[in-house]
Structure formats: structure tokens, C-alpha cells
């Protein structure tokens, strides 16, 4: 194609593995063949990484202000509304060849908004469901009909696992052909950690230099199980008494997590960080990934831990054992059994060739099937044969308008 393909990218608040993705692949596409637009609801972690790329950055809910949780307090349909008329008045300003929507709100305004201004592919990417099985009745239902309804405005979906495909399937919330996995892939590039940068990390912890971590990142959510971590820890310092949770990121359920810690008499061995813009030194100098998660689609958390060679710990919900091979790359145990997540963090802890084994053979399962320029070139591709698509049923639709006069 002679002429660049211009694209939106558009997210909700940039937390999460859904913004790590949304950056990753907006700044990997090559500007010689796209012309790559961010937009955004300003106050989440990521935004100034995202305004630092260099491509433009449209933000559609600047009165969220300062911030990395707004989201907490849903915004109430006068100010959704204001967000739709910005979204769409840039969209037709701009006539987008490819609108690319990423989480739920963001995904349904931006999806409308770019079918109302005629825009040729309305791509929509499966992060998570707002409908999941954990969701309580009626409200789950109703998330799976609204979804079904935006397939009326959506060209096509990609989804990041096989499992959030087959997910949709089953709920026949789209078809199986008009879906595409890609698999995620990660920011971190693959390194070991030197002796200055475990240092360095208990150093800023206040912990002796022989501290054993154990890191769980993301937000504090429900979702995420930080006070399940929380409730395995004083199983795990009763056998590994060097051995400490280094909580990195924020979120609703933040206090609570730090009072459970309280009252089960583990405060010196949790440390809450808040977010942090050093994930790739934080993860080489600590010992192992926790994944509690109560679901996940994939958790490029995952990624990020494989790239530098640390097994991971977790539940196997979900699309977890998809991304973690159980006994190859990390230890996985049946969802929510807190006990087994504390006896196989203690394994890794005190057997150093099973977690140099399972760490390298992650790095090795990153490198091989998770590459950041495949990821890249597999939704380039589609941007293309979807646009293509399009061009042919308009050439077929005038031919046989022709015909018929």
C-alpha cells in the first residue's frame, strides 16, 4: 500500500496488562506503514510512558485529573457521554482507517463511535470479559448481551489466548471466524539480574542483603488475590523465615490487603511499593513471581517474570496454564488453595536447581514463542487483510450496482 494506514489505539485508564499491551504494540508498529494515534482516560500509571512515545495522544476524559484509581467511582452517564462526543468527533476528524479498542468502556464507546463516523475496520481486543464467571447474576448476563449487541459494530476481534477466544465462542458472544489470536508478548527485554540490582532492591526494602522475594505485581484488586499471597505468608516465613512479599502496584483493595497482613502478624514480611517504573529491575532482583489471581486471561506479569529467568508461582485458573507449564516454567496449584501456593513457594525458595530450572526454561518458552516483533507483525497483517476485505466488498458492491443499471 502506497499510502500509510492510519490507526487509533484506544484504551480506557492505562493500568494493567491491557495498557502494557496497547503501548507496546502502538510503538512497535513501523511508521513507514501506519500513522499509529493513542487515545486514552487520562490518570492511570502508564500515562506518561504513553505521552513520552512520541505519537500523538488524544486524551478523552481529561476531568479525571491527577490520579492512578479514578476508576473506583465509575463515571456517571452525563460525563460517558462527554467522553463519546470527544472520542467520536476525533474519530471523524481524523477518518481512521483502523479504530483498535482495548477494555470494556473504552471498547463499546470506541466501537460505536468509529461505526458512526463510517470508519472501514472496528477491531476489538479480548483482554478480559466484562461479563466473566465471576461476575454475580443478573449482571453477568446482561455484560454478555451487550457484548453480543457491539459484535453489530465491531469488524473483528483479536484475542491475546486461546482462552479468551474460546471463552466467547462458547457464550456465542462472536464467531469463531471472526476472531484471531495473537498471543501478548512483553515490553521487558530478557536479563539476568546482577549482584548490584539485588542489592540495590533490599537496600530500598530496608532487608538484609540474604532476603528471600517473592513479588506480586499488579493492581490490588479482587481480581489479582494479593490477600490470598497475603494468607500463604506466614506458612511460607515459618519454613523460609528470610523470606519476604514485595507487593508492587495500587489499587481499591490496597488498605485491606495491609490490615490483613496486621492481623496475621506478617507486616514485616509484606512491603507495599505502590507502582513502580522499574518493573525490569524490581523482577531480575527478586527470587520468584506469585500469581494469585482468582481468574486471568494471561497476565503478561507472566511474560515479564520469564524474561528474566524467574519461575512462577500461582493458581492455575483460567488462561494461566496456557502461558505457565506446570512443572516446566512454574508450580501451579488448584484456584484459591492457599495452602499449596505457600508449599510451593517454599519449594522454590529452598531448592535453588528447581527455580534456576523452571526460570530458565521460561526465558527459553519467552524467547521462542512470545516475540515482540511477531506480535507486531500478526496485527499488522490483519490491520491490512481486514482493510483489504473491505475495499473488495466495495469494488464487488459497485460492480454489481453497475450491473444492474
Avoid: C
Avoid at 506446570?326 to 529452598?350: I, K
Avoid at 521462542?368 to 490491520?383: N, R
Amino acid at each position: 500500500m502506497s499510502e500509510r494506514i492510519t490507526v487509533l489505539q484506544l484504551t480506557g485508564i492505562t493500568v494493567g496488562g491491557s495498557a502494557e499491551h496497547l503501548l507496546q504494540l502502538a510503538t512497535l508498529l513501523p511508521p513507514d506503514r501506519f500513522q499509529t494515534t493513542i487515545a486514552l482516560s487520562g490518570g492511570g500509571p502508564l500515562d506518561a510512558e504513553i505521552r513520552a512515545s512520541g505519537l500523538p495522544v488524544l486524551d478523552y476524559a481529561p476531568s479525571h485529573g491527577e490520579g492512578h484509581f479514578k476508576q473506583a467511582t465509575p463515571d456517571g452517564p452525563v460525563e460517558l457521554l462527554r467522553q463519546f462526543l470527544r472520542i467520536r468527533a476525533d474519530i471523524r476528524r481524523h477518518r481512521y482507517d483502523v479504530v483498535h479498542t482495548h477494555t470494556s468502556v473504552a471498547g463499546a464507546m470506541g466501537r460505536v463511535a468509529a461505526w458512526s463516523a463510517g470508519t472501514p475496520v472496528r477491531l476489538h481486543m479480548l483482554h478480559a470479559y466484562a461479563g466473566h464467571d465471576g461476575v454475580p447474576q443478573p449482571k453477568r448476563s446482561l455484560y454478555r448481551l451487550v457484548e453480543r449487541a457491539l459484535g453489530l459494530f465491531t469488524t473483528h476481534y483479536v484475542a491475546g489466548s486461546r482462552f479468551i477466544r474460546d471463552v466467547g465462542v462458547r457464550h456465542r458472544l462472536f464467531r469463531p471466524e471472526d476472531v484471531t489470536v495473537i498471543p501478548y508478548s512483553s515490553r521487558m527485554t530478557a536479563g539476568d539480574a546482577t549482584a548490584a540490582d539485588r542489592e540495590r532492591l533490599r537496600q530500598q526494602l530496608r532487608l538484609p542483603p540474604d532476603a528471600l522475594l517473592i513479588a506480586v505485581v499488579g493492581r490490588i484488586e479482587d481480581q489479582k488475590g494479593v490477600d490470598l499471597l497475603v494468607r500463604a505468608v506466614p506458612a511460607v516465613v515459618a519454613r523460609v523465615p528470610r523470606a519476604h512479599v514485595v507487593v508492587v502496584g495500587d489499587g481499591t483493595r490496597r488498605a485491606a490487603a495491609e490490615a490483613l497482613t496486621g492481623e496475621l502478624g506478617v507486616t514485616g514480611h509484606v512491603h507495599f511499593t505502590g507502582w513502580r517504573h522499574d518493573l525490569a529491575d524490581v523482577m531480575r532482583a527478586v527470587d520468584v513471581l506469585a500469581l494469585p489471581s482468582r481468574w486471568e486471561a494471561f497476565g503478561i506479569v507472566n511474560l515479564e517474570a520469564m524474561a528474566a529467568a524467574k519461575p512462577v508461582v500461582g493458581f492455575a485458573v483460567e488462561g494461566i496454564p496456557e502461558v505457565v507449564v506446570h512443572g516446566e516454567t512454574g508450580l501451579l496449584s488448584p484456584a484459591g488453595a492457599v495452602d499449596d501456593l505457600a508449599r510451593d513457594l517454599v519449594r522454590v525458595l529452598t531448592e535453588p536447581g528447581l527455580a534456576a530450572r523452571l526460570g530458565a526454561a521460561g526465558r527459553r518458552r519467552f524467547e521462542e514463542q512470545y516475540v515482540p516483533e511477531q506480535m507486531m507483525q500478526a496485527h499488522a497483517d490483519l490491520y491490512e487483510e481486514l482493510l483489504a476485505r473491505r475495499r473488495t466488498r466495495i469494488s464487488r458492491r459497485r460492480a454489481r450496482r453497475g450491473r444492474a443499471g
